[in-house]
């Protein structure tokens, strides 16, 4: 059974979290401090500290939670009644999407730059690990169009779950270097490179 001690902790963690959250949308990541967020959450600063050690610990927090929300969502988004396997992938892939670009530029751009930077190893390890649990979500729905006929029968699933979360990734650091692109030129872009994965690019 939780005990009443734990239940206040997971309360006031869950807080900071989505005191955070909506900060790091309003303000920006970098604009966000520490500071800012315990005022806005009720706590002192050195239970945010104590909870999450840094403002990264927070970010992951607030990503974790996000990715976990969404692939509960991208799992009852996609409809297996559609002929065209990249209709079927799109409402599963805008998911994550939508779930990411919500969080900002800043944040996405702080993503990024942690997930290379070597002092940061036990964040890019989590991100990874995140990454993982959304291409084995896209690999089981590659079987389900493989069993429908909508994918070779000979195809390396695990494979063309990386590309096509590659593809996604690559399509979003486009939309966060590129300024004036909208949430819709990046669902354009997403559309349009999932349908060359599919139809190919070589002469027939």
Do not use: W
């Amino acid at each position: 059974m939780t005990s009443r001690r734990e239940l206040k902790k997971q309360r006031t963690f869950d807080v900071i979290v989505s005191v955070a959250d909506r900060s790091f949308q309003a303000n920006g990541y970098y604009a966000t401090t520490m500071e800012a967020i315990a005022t806005d959450a009720g706590v002192s600063v050195g239970t945010v500290y104590n909870y999450f050690g840094t403002k990264h610990g927070i970010l992951l927090a607030v990503v974790t939670r996000d990715t976990e929300q969404a692939l509960v969502a991208a799992g009852a988004a996609i409809d297996l009644s559609r002929d065209d396997p990249v209709d079927v992938l799109m409402p599963l892939i805008m998911t994550y999407v939508d779930a990411m670009t919500a969080l900002g530029r800043d944040v996405i751009k702080e993503l990024f730059r942690a997930g290379f930077d070597p002092a940061e190893s036990a964040m890019m390890t989590e991100l990874i690990s995140l990454d993982e649990r959304s291409i084995a979500q896209i690999a089981e729905t590659l079987v389900l169009l493989r069993d429908r006929g909508l994918v070779c029968h000979d195809v390396d699933i695990a494979s063309a779950a990386i590309l096509i979360y590659s593809v996604v990734a690559v399509a979003i650091l486009m939309f966060v270097s590129i300024p004036e692109s909208t949430d819709r030129d990046l669902e354009t872009t997403i559309r349009n490179q999932l349908t060359l994965v599919f139809q190919g690019v070589g002469s027939r």
